[in-house]
């Protein structure tokens, strides 16, 4: 069951937002606070012993926006979320990002995460895109679970980005 977005806010599960106008039906906009290009590259294992994300470099903003070549970028959200233990959170693309040939890829939200979260921009238009600070770019709904989960997140990204 989606848990609509008026909820979320009650709940608290998104705060330090931009604006009302973040609040959706079926969940709550968020919006980017940063974007990192990457530097290097990672490696992943099988139990996070050799995990290395890969290091970025923060492209500031010019006049309050950014515009970014085809590739990919690491973002940041301006909104803490904090993910009940009875749900999950999933994130999509605004429509207006995918129409401009922008896609933002992501992980799900654990029960029990709480952070401000990053995700992959990846920008497929060979024009590339301008991007203004704070601009919505994902929606963020809220799935509650058929039961309590075996165990609540506790990775290494809990509470990242404070």
Known sequence: MIIPGSKVLQ??????????SQLQPCGIDLTLKEV??????GEIDFDNSKRRTSGTKKIEFENGEVHLKAGGYKILYNEYVSIPADACALGFPRSSLLRCGADIHCAVWDPGYHGRSESLLVVSNPHGITLHRNAKV???IF?????LPHAEYG???KG???
């Not at 709940?11 to 009302?20: A, D, L, Q, T």
Request: glycine residues 10%.
């Open 160 to 162: 990242e980005n404070k």
């Open 36 to 41: 990192h290009s990457f530097e290097d590259g």
């Open 138 to 140: 994902l929606q963020l």
């Open 155 to 157: 990775g290494k990204y």
């Open 11 to 20: 709940e608290k599960w998104v705060s330090e937002m931009i604006g009302e």
């Open 143 to 147: 799935v509650k679970l058929e039961s």
